[in-house]
């Protein structure tokens, strides 16, 4: 009878902002990091989950893990990880923490971690890699996973049971397909505001040359910068590769419009996050207006009742999950099955701290068990900060590989915690770093 | 030359779960809290803010707070109340914090409590209570406030200043008319979740007797209690006072159309929170479904992005701005400039703890300079810890009293915060509470 002990959490950060790594027009400094949470069981196993964030207000974060710990501490691992639609019903339900959303924001992204350390504990005692571990679970034990509330005008239980049940026909041969060819993956590695015209451009030509179907650039700081960069990335990559571009939520719905009308010549694969992520309506006049190029957001989603706006209103032509925006699995289950439901395709945001490692697992869960398609698909690739992870996420030849080993790949090694913890850690208290970052 | 010389923060909590005053069907045991902020300035004076909440994780709101700390230390005081739509854009901009929400939950809750602090500090150092302060400021100065980020396809800055232009027309007869006469309230005082129907029903009956021209229960727990208790209510307040509803999000969409059409016998004035308060395109079904009940909400929607499209969408009848819910007077400004733009009436939240202080001086403004109405308005009332405020809101006979204390009514009683420390303060280190309440 093995229980729940409590939390070890960390406040981890990466001092990425020194090398513009990461710089788009909304976000020009981030320090990448991780609000780290194991979840300690007294038979010395662990799971894993974190928030990711950019840096300051990470520690605000740990105050909401924190909060989290007594209503973890002290569950019997069996009937927890036998039942985490009714411990994800528990946590989100909670009603004092509901005030400081409901259901987004800092509190909701600590109980994703949570949730997502769950699972990571789950599919190990399972000895499965997650998405292996959701794919085994059958259409109901699958369904269990839902919370319908907020979501039965969209999509109600047995159509989702229904959209599950046909999911699992052919499940077999496209996990096998999976073990062996893996999952498409682009890459952002070029576009990063912050970067020069020649590094951009020999970027583009790396991520050609090495296998990858799609490229992406941030633009939206200045649109005579972003005609050149696209034009100099088109060249870059030529037609046989997809050109991406993302805004990072800086315009407002006609100004959205407008740009993107000067850049629709480039052939864009799509344009991600043209204004605030809560602008429902908003991104379904920004897709009117500049159809056919298709619109994607979601990495800055709060939660299931958006996406299933974004999806009634037709406003988003590609789903973007994020494995640490929302509560978790079993939310981004509920995002794929609306996903499913209206047949849009979800290519997952990553990058940052642990993001590829934590969302491949829910596309390859979704192609085996659940959309069955890859058509237009891709997970985001940044080839950034894996090496803290204990079970990295590969790419190779432009996919992702499956991952093998047991868990949700969200592991850090020991070192990596103690080197980049903040700010008391080796990394961030040399004498060179200035003492007053916080300002 | 004053500068900001830093913050004093306290987690304040009341036991008010132990009466059912607050109880809801979501919220069954809120212990009302604030995560309360004195913004020190270096010669003596100070400006005070919170952030409401009810109970756990009030402490992720002060680690919030503490965040935000550097970033207002060292200001001088004249050239940050000499600008607050500037101080307001560089907090709600920042571009790390922005990434936990954006614009949404603990953190934007705790830029809104700072902003509120500063525009209490502007309005004591004017020597005016904040809605006099607010009326007194001209159109181009309250323009000055105002972030058009993201709501410029419903409102630009042009339109906005002729609002405020023929808002300020005839403002010197109206703030002498709310001088004299005040603002209406309403009371929720009678329709606690928790409460017998003994108890209702003389509630209800005092209510009248006050002169409040209407009451609000709450519902959505048992329908067959919901008929009871409407009918008890109807029967002892008659038709010369209204009675509203309100559900606390519990409905999905199609839950909320065949429940409130059980209740709409009872001649609803609105109904409150039918669902969640994301849902825009389910709160625009709901309101078609079962017109021409009233439908309203607004007290956890998490920004003026939300707060647009409910009213693009023609979803709501009754804004409900909050005091602590979204970053502060600025924003509550282009809530009520959207509010005045599409013609739809604003009835604050209030109660809680020091809600009714903080946010009669918008609907006070509202009136004196910009909507000029009010026509089927009025100001939750909740009697209910004012005691502790040193300003107390004041209502008699069913009206608010203007204030007249310079400031933003929102300073506590420095006792207070002592007796009412969480968990080492008095209140709650006394041997007869339950030491395991975070559980």
């Not at 939520?249 to 419009?257: F, L, N």
């Not at 500049?290 to 406003?315: C, D, M, S, W, Y």
């Not at 869960?365 to 985001?380: K, V």
């Not at 790419?395 to 103690?418: I, K």
Request: some cysteine; hydrophobic content about 45%; aromatic content about 8%.
């Amino acid at each position: 009878m093995a229980r729940i002990s409590g939390f070890d959490t960390y406040d981890v950060r990466f001092p990425t902002s020194a090398t513009l790594a990461g710089s788009d027009a909304m976000n020009p400094d981030p320090d990448y990091a991780a609000a780290y949470l194991a979840l300690r069981v007294d038979d010395g196993t662990s799971g894993h989950g974190f928030v990711f964030t950019i840096g300051r207000g990470n520690e605000v974060e740990l105050a909401a893990l924190a909060a989290l710990e007594p209503f973890l501490t002290g569950l019997e691992v069996a009937e927890a990880v036998g039942d985490l639609g009714a411990v994800w019903r528990r946590l989100v339900g909670e009603s004092h923490f509901r005030w400081l959303g409901p259901e987004k924001g800092v509190m909701h992204m600590a109980i994703g971690a949570v949730v997502n350390a769950l699972f990571d504990l789950a599919a190990k005692r399972a000895g499965k890699p997650l998405w292996r571990y959701l794919a085994d679970l059958s259409p109901e034990e699958l369904l269990g996973l839902v919370d319908f509330r907020y979501i039965t005008d969209a999509l109600g239980p047995d159509e989702a049971l229904d959209l599950l049940r046909r999911g699992a026909e052919g499940k077999a041969e496209r996990i096998a397909e999976l073990e062996r060819l893996g999952y498409p993956a682009y890459t952002t590695a070029p576009g990063w505001l912050g970067y020069s015209d020649d590094k951009l451009v020999d970027l583009c030509e790396i991520a050609k040359r090495e296998g990858f179907g799609q490229v992406k650039l941030k633009v939206g700081a200045s649109l005579d910068d972003d005609v050149r960069r696209c034009a100099l990335a088109r060249r870059a990559i030529g037609t046989g590769v997809d050109l991406a571009i993302d805004a990072n939520q800086v315009w407002d719905v006609e100004s959205a419009i407008d740009w993107i009308g000067r850049l629709a010549e480039f052939d864009l694969a799509w344009v991600e996050e043209p204004t605030s992520p809560d602008d429902i309506l908003g991104h379904a006049r920004i897709r009117e207006g500049v159809a056919p190029v298709p619109i994607a957001t979601g990495e800055h989603v709060a939660n299931r009742v958006v996406f299933k706006q974004l999806l009634q209103a037709r406003a988003i032509d590609v789903m973007q999950i994020d494995a640490c925006r929302v509560a978790g699995v079993n939310e981004n289950l509920v995002n794929l099955l609306l996903a499913a439901k209206f047949g849009v395709r979800v290519c997952p945001h990553a990058g940052g701290v642990g993001l590829c490692e934590a969302v491949q697992h829910l596309s390859f869960f979704d192609y085996a068990a659940l959309s069955g398609s890859m058509d237009g698909r891709s997970i985001e690739w940044i080839d950034h900060l894996h090496e803290h992870f204990v079970s990295p996420a590969v790419v190779a030849h432009g996919r992702y590989l499956a991952p093998r080993e047991p868990g949700a790949s969200t592991e850090m090694y020991p070192d990596s915690l103690a080197q980049y913890a903040y700010p008391n850690g080796p990394v961030w208290s040399r004498p060179e770093r200035d003492p007053d970052r916080a300002r």
